[in-house]
């Protein structure tokens, strides 16, 4: 007997079954929820066949029929135990495609094309996500090196294969892993004191194609966070040398040249949460002669561009090095995919001399 592929897991075999290898078989009864066939049943593939398409009430189909029946209900019985809402839509298809197989219809009709062994390798992601979900749970971060920092990433870069873009049914699972991922993400940035960033990441992720809204921001923590940070004091000296000498009152808006509002956080939290800002400014002095400040930071928050480590070289923990830059590149992945979608951000505040 000329040698024959399992449909499900593609390991080879040689007996006499059109679709399934035997340890299959035996697993999909038990998926299935099926009590094992009579061993007077000679054909326990087609007896599984016949029992899924009366599970469905869907009685004398032929041989086909049959087969094409079991193909859709396990897939469909995979798909479930996924449990992903972006899923909602193409288990509705193959649904829709179980009810179009009756006895009398000419053509078996297809809404949506896959194949089981597509399916299998998804579950087996899936399963493997889950796994390191649950390890993540008790990773101990304190004590964590570089070598087990990017150990961790690799385990989970998995997820952000794009080549699993081009598929309806990877690409829904696919996304929802990393989604899910990202969600886990935003947690250890608030528990790692990361709230700013974790905020615009939270803000940005998108639920299977909805958009983010722009968020203008007016927080005490955020500005002051962003007035004791050293690029901030930086930039206001340059521009009030620049713009302020023996004035009562200047303006930087749009209309200045680039290196002039442009500013980079050189640490922490600001460093991940904003990358080429741009800071517009109005200042007046009072009467004390000290110089009071309205803010506006404006940035786009968006993953386009892969970055190196060195991008990050001033961050105040190398491992965060490591996560950032590392993360920043999954992000760009995650963009493809529409998982993190870009938005407008507006931090604005008022200070003054003597605050900073």
Known sequence: MD???CILCNK???YKYVMFGRSCLDNLYDL???SKSPRIIWNKELYLCTRIAWKNHKFFLNKKKKYALAQKYIALTYLNTMNYEALEDIKEKILNDIKN?????KNIIETISFSLNEVYKLVNYVHKFNEILEEIKEFNWEEADEEIAEKFIKNMSFIFDLTKKTNPISYAVFYSMQYIFW????VGGILANMKLSARLLSNSLSIFGQQPQDLVIDDDEITKLIIENKSF???IDQLIKKYGQDREDFIVNNEAPKEDILIRFNGGDLLYALHDATMLVNAKKDQDNKWKF???INDIYDFTDFKDLKEYADAEEKIRDIFSSTLNNLGVVSSEYGVIQKFNLKIKFETKEGEF
Do not use: A, C, D, M
């Not at 197989?101 to 219809?105: G, L, N």
């Open 3 to 5: 040698e024959k592929r």
């Open 294 to 296: 309205e803010i506006e």
């Open 101 to 105: 197989i009756k006895t009398f219809s």
């Open 32 to 34: 299935l929820g099926f």
């Open 12 to 14: 080879p075999y040689n």
């Open 183 to 186: 969600q886990v993400v935003v």
């Open 233 to 235: 004091k930086e930039k």
